[in-house]
């Protein structure tokens, strides 16, 4: 646990991020439209997690794509991940609010195109 909370800072300082609660980061996301959801993932949500993935493992592939998202999202609650016929299902449990999730979801179809 020390480990991913050190590693975590580490790189979450050398792409300027900064804590918010889960709290206002729900009440910011409450406000925001389907549309302004999507645009913000495409245009940002993707490209924190790829300078993640650049930051701390040596090449951009799907494996490392996975477990980046999975670091990432961990930092907001329990993470659950399992594959099926090749396809991976990755559950986050961030108590944030349903347009957080909606975020994360466009996020992560954003990486994967």
């Known amino acids: 646990m020390a480990k991913k ?5 580490i790189y979450s300082s050398n792409i300027h991020l900064v804590p918010l609660s889960k709290e206002v980061l729900g009440k910011i996301f409450d406000k925001l439209d389907d549309q302004t959801l999507q ?5 940002i949500g993707g490209f924190v997690t790829m300078e993640l993935v650049f930051l701390s493992l040596d090449e951009m592939n799907f494996n490392n794509l996975i477990q980046t998202i999975i670091l ?11 594959t099926q016929d ?3 299902f ?24």
């Open 5 to 9: 909370f050190v590693a975590w800072d």
């Open 39 to 43: 645009q913000i993932a495409k245009n």
């Open 72 to 82: 990432s999202a961990s930092r907001f609650g329990t993470i659950k991940h399992r």
């Open 86 to 88: 090749s396809k991976h």
């Open 90 to 113: 990755i559950c986050i449990h961030h108590g944030i609010s349903i347009n957080f999730s909606k975020f994360l979801s466009y996020t992560h179809l954003a990486l994967a195109n």
